[in-house]
């Protein structure tokens, strides 16, 4: 069973910038395209962004698109997502995914625990 712990949460002024990442257990990390989404208080959770196996190929959510950068490093097992220009519409909790697929299909087989992101205005 894949573990995935993340970090880099914090709270953070507007403008501002933060890099999230989560490790991954276990030895088949890069097989599997990984991704981030997250939760607002009151809203339902939401895609961010996503990666192939590879890290070749992203998605990105239109509102986070041009703001936020996700990229992967097979060698140590962890994904991560660089987030600039923050907004207090980014105030979530975070949380990174682990797709059933080497290519992003949104199909989650497992989840992280989940980092609070604040953006203060």
């Known amino acids: 069973q894949v573990q995935l712990v993340e970090s880099g949460g914090g709270l953070v002024q507007a403008g501002g910038s933060l890099r999230l990442s989560c490790a991954a257990s276990?030895?088949?990390?890069?097989?599997?395209?990984m991704g981030w989404f997250r939760q607002a208080p009151g809203k339902e959770r939401e895609v961010v962004a996503g990666?192939?196996?590879?890290?070749?190929?992203?998605y990105y959510a239109a509102s986070v698109k041009g703001r936020f950068t996700i990229s992967r490093d097979n060698a140590k097992n962890t994904v991560y997502l660089q987030m600039n220009s923050l907004t207090p519409e980014d105030t979530a909790v975070y949380y990174c995914?682990?797709?059933?697929?080497?290519?992003?299909?949104?199909?989650?087989?497992?989840w992280g625990q989940g980092t609070q992101v604040t953006v203060s205005s």
């Open positions: 276990g030895r088949t990390f890069s097989s599997y395209a």
């Open positions: 990666i192939n196996w590879s890290g070749g190929s992203t």
């Open positions: 995914a682990r797709d059933r697929a080497g290519s992003w299909t949104m199909a989650i087989a497992a």
